[in-house]
C-alpha cells in the first residue's frame, strides 16, 4: 500500500463520532493527528478549543498579491449502529475491490485527506502553492455546527478569503465528475405524545382511554396529502420554482434515471411530489421526512399494552428560500393543531441549517469546472445536491464568499450507513482535483 493510503487508514482509525460523548478524546486524538501531518507537511497550524471539538486551521506563507482559498472539511463521522449490519470492523479499514470500506471514509475523511495530500504533492514538487491556502477543518459537521458560526464570527479577519473549496458532496456516477451548486437546507424537530400516566392493559381501558402510539401516527400522516404534497400550512410559500436550464440539464444527467434509483436504493417504485422528476425531487424540492418513529411493546411476540407515551423524530429538507426557523413555527404549531384529541402534544424544535445556492458560472464556478475536468477527463455536471451543509451557507453570509463543492461520494458509497466505502479511483482523483484546483484558481 502507498504512504497516501497508509496515511487515510491511520485516519480512519480514530472513531471520531461527535454525536457520542463518549468518543470525545478520539475526537481530539484525531484532530492531533490532523495538526501533526499538516505541521510536517510545513504549514502552520492552529487547534482552537469550542466548548465540545476542537477545530484545526492551518495556513501556508502568505504572499501579498496572491489569491487565499479556503478549503472546508470535517473530520467526525456519524455513529456505526447498526454495527452488526457491517461486513468488517468500521474503525478497522479494508481495501477491497478498489474501494476502502470503513466508517468515514467518504463522510468527510476520504474526501477531505485528498485535499491535504494534493497540497502535500504540489509543496514537493514546486516548493510552494500557487494560493494562499486556509485549511479549516472540524469536528462537529455532523452535530450541526454548533461552535463553527461563532468561531466564524470571532475570526473574520483571519479567515478572509475569495473563494471556498469543499469535497463533501457527491458524484452522480463512477467517472462522471460533479460540481454542486446548492444544498438543502434542513429543520428538525421531535414529537412526544403523552396520553395515560403509565402503560394500561389494552383490554381493561382500551376503547375509552385515547392511544398515543395511534396518535403519533395520525400526526405523521397529517404530514402529506393524498398525492405526496405537503400538508402543513405556508410550507411552500418560500420555495424558489426550479429554473427551465437546470431541468433541462438535469433531464441528462447520467446516473438520475427511476432505474438508477430504484438499482441504488433497493426501493420497488419511485416516489415522491407529483410533476416533478427524481432528480428534481432530490435536488430542488422541500421534504418531510420521518426519521424515528417508537412507543408501546416492541419485543418477540405479542404484549397487550396501551402505552403511556408515543415518539418521533422529523428532519424538513428545504430549498432556496425556506427559513429554516420559519418552518420549524410552522411545523410546530401543525403538529399542535393536528394533534387528536385524549393526548398531550409536545414539540421540541431541533437543530437546522439554511439552503444554499450559487452561480456554477462565476469566474471561481468556472475554474472548478475546468479542474474537474482536468481530473477526471471530462466536463462536470451540474447539480444541486440533497443533503445538507448548512455551514456553507453561514459561511457566504458571514465571509460573503462562494463555495465551490467538488463532490466525489458515489451513491453506493453507504455514507452516514453500515459498510460506508470510498472508491481508491476517487482518492485518487480527488488528489489530481486539489492539484488542478489551486492552479486554475490562481489564475
Ligand atoms: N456530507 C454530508 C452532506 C452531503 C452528502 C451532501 C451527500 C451532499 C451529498 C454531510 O456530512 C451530512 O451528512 N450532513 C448532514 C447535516 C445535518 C446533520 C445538519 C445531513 O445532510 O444530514
Ligand atoms: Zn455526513
Redesign the pocket.
Known sequence: MNQQLEDLFEFLRFPSISTDSKHAGDVRNCANWIIEKLTGMGLTTELHETPKHPIVIARNQHEAGKKTVLIYGHYDV?PVDPVELWDTSPFEPVLKDGRIWARGAT??KGQMLAHVLGVEETLKEEGELPVNLIFLFEGE??IGSPNLVPFLKEHKDDLACDVIAVSDTGMVARGVPTMGYGLRGISCCEVTVRGPKGDLHSGVYGGAVANPATAVAQLVASLHDDEGNIAIEGFYDDVRPLETWEREMWATVPGMSDDDLLKITGSPAPFGEPGYSSAERLWARPTAEVNGIGGGYQGEGSKTVLPAKAMAKFSFRLVPDQDPKDISAKVKAHLEKHCPPGVTVDVEVGHDGKPYICDPHSENGKAGQVALEQAFGKAPVLIREGGSIPIIQDMKEILGVESLMLGLALPDCQ??APNENYYVENFEGGIRLNKALLKELAK
Request: no cysteine; charged share 45%.
Open positions: 456519524q463522510d468527510n459537521e455532523e455514507i452516514h
